[in-house]
């Protein structure tokens, strides 16, 4: 099968592939499916998440801390780690190798952003 692209369509394919995972993951997916109601918005959201990202289109408009922060009590530390073997695993598999290791160099910062934001905090 030929490496999906770095583009919209490519990011949202990915996206698909990658949650559909996620939810079958017995550690992860007990929390996506309890948060997201509507599926295919949340994978909409995401492509353009990631095409923001990777293609800084600008589609995203919106605030990861606070969406992460609602679940605080269920996210723990760890689960980041599980949640980045997942993302290594479809890229590998769905991207070029370059396209890969770029879209896992941006999760795992973003990823570590988002785990100081919500677990280190001077004031508590
Ligand atoms: C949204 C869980 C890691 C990007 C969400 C939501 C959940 C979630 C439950 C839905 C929030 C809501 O609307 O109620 C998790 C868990 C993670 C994780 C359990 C790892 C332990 C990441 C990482 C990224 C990411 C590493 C980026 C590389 C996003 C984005 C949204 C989101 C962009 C949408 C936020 C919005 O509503 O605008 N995540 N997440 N997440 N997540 Fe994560």
């Not at 990011?11 to 993951?25: G, I, P, T």
């Not at 679940?71 to 590998?92: C, M, N, S, V, Y």
């Amino acid at each position: 099968m030929a490496a999906l692209e770095m583009d919209d369509e490519g990011l949202k394919a990915l996206v698909d592939a990658f949650y559909a995972r996620v939810r079958a993951d017995g550690a992860l997916g007990p929390i996506f499916n309890d948060a997201i109601a509507d599926w295919p918005e949340h994978l909409d959201k995401l492509a353009a998440f990631w095409s923001s990202v990777m293609l800084t289109s600008g589609r995203y408009k919106g605030q990861p801390v606070p969406a992460h922060m609602k679940h605080k009590d269920r996210i723990a530390p760890a689960l980041f780690g599980r949640w980045l073997e997942l993302w290594a695993q479809t890229t590998e598999e769905l991207m070029t190798p370059g396209a890969a290791v770029a879209l896992q160099d941006r999760a795992a910062r973003i990823a570590q952003s988002l785990q100081l934001a919500m677990f280190f905090r001077l004031d508590d």
